[in-house]
């Protein structure tokens, strides 16, 4: 049921007589969402605990009690606020969840979050519960009722006071519980997509590849040539520094089975008396006569 508030958040009271309770809008530190459903505005708090509309997925609108830092931390917090949640009817109880909160009569509407990841070092969860809300103030003063109830603030004394005053340790931790968002809020979508994203999504990946290959091509075509490295000599051709080879005999010295004084055969040409080498390119002078050697060439006196 959409609940009537004026502006003011003041409760109004429709023709019928019901009064709906007014809705103020969440905070900045309240969480999105506790277990399955998702928070939606504030109705009432007090140092125990607040309560929220929420609703879950597909579901209609509840009201959820979450129990603030101190009295989820307080052991003896959550048991009476497992006492009160047993006590309802099993049809008021939607949900429950949180620390201490699977045993009772109503433990049957214990939704365990173990499934979900988290880690050691952590605090437990906070208990909360998920009352049926038909938008009626008296159900925000029946949640009310229960976290006075949890901070003792509306307990008679069992004596008359004498002495200091008494106060819970954990009446100034106000702030909530701890409470775990999973799945994430975004991606909210667990379908599987169609055939035609799928379709689109391999023709870019293939685009993406040949234009690739096609920047590689372009990128490497225009290389320059790399001259290949020179040969290694070997043994028999000598590296070219006119220092002989390892196992060759040096130069002037007899190889063996060569005599020690060699003298030139007749008809070789000896080196040059200058010293230098053989010059083997043609000359057109004319040998003199009056040299007789016996290598020089004969003239035939008839010419």
């Known amino acids: ?51 929220f509309v929420a609703h879950e997925e597909g579901g209609d609108s509840v009201m959820l009690i979450l129990l603030s830092e101190g009295a989820s931390r307080d052991a003896a917090a959550r048991a ?31 939704r365990s979050e173990e499934d979900d990841p988290h880690l050691a070092h952590l605090l437990p969860l906070a208990p909360w519960a998920a009352l049926a809300f038909d938008g009626s103030l008296a159900a925000v003063e029946e949640a009310d009722r229960v976290l006075r109830a949890i901070d003792l603030s509306r307990t008679p004394p069992l004596s008359d006071p004498s002495g200091p005053d008494y ?7 106000t702030s909530h519980g701890a409470t775990r968002l999973w799945p994430l809020a975004w991606p909210g979508r667990k379908d599987r997509a169609s055939w035609i994203t799928i379709l689109v999504s391999f023709l ?17 075509q225009n290389e320059p040539p ?34 020690e004084s060699a003298e030139p055969q007749s008809g070789s040409p ?22 007789d050697g016996p290598g020089g060439p004969s003239v035939n006196p008839k010419l």
């Open 204 to 220: 870019i990946m293939a685009l993406l590849t040949a234009l690739a290959l096609l920047l590689a091509i372009l990128a490497f």
């Open 167 to 173: 106060a819970l340790h954990w009446i100034d931790k």
């Open 80 to 110: 009476r606020f497992a006492g009160e949640v047993n006590a309802m009817h099993i049809d008021t109880v939607v949900a429950r969840g949180g620390e201490d909160q699977d045993e009772g009569r109503t433990a049957v509407r214990y």
């Open 270 to 291: 000896s080196p040059g008396s200058d010293g230098g080498p053989y010059d083997d390119s043609p000359s057109m002078e004319v040998p003199d006569d009056s040299e």
């Open 226 to 259: 790399v001259d290949a490295p020179p040969p290694i000599p070997t043994q028999m051709e000598g590296d070219g520094s006119g220092e002989p080879q390892s196992g060759e005999p040096e130069s002037g010295e007899p190889q063996s089975g060569e005599p």
């Open 1 to 51: 049921m959409v609940s009537m508030s004026t502006q003011d958040g003041q409760d109004s009271a429709p023709e019928d007589g019901v009064v709906f309770a007014a809705h103020h809008p969440l905070r900045d530190d309240d969480p999105p969402k506790v277990g399955d459903f998702w928070l939606d505005a504030r109705l009432t708090a007090t140092p125990a605990g607040t309560t």
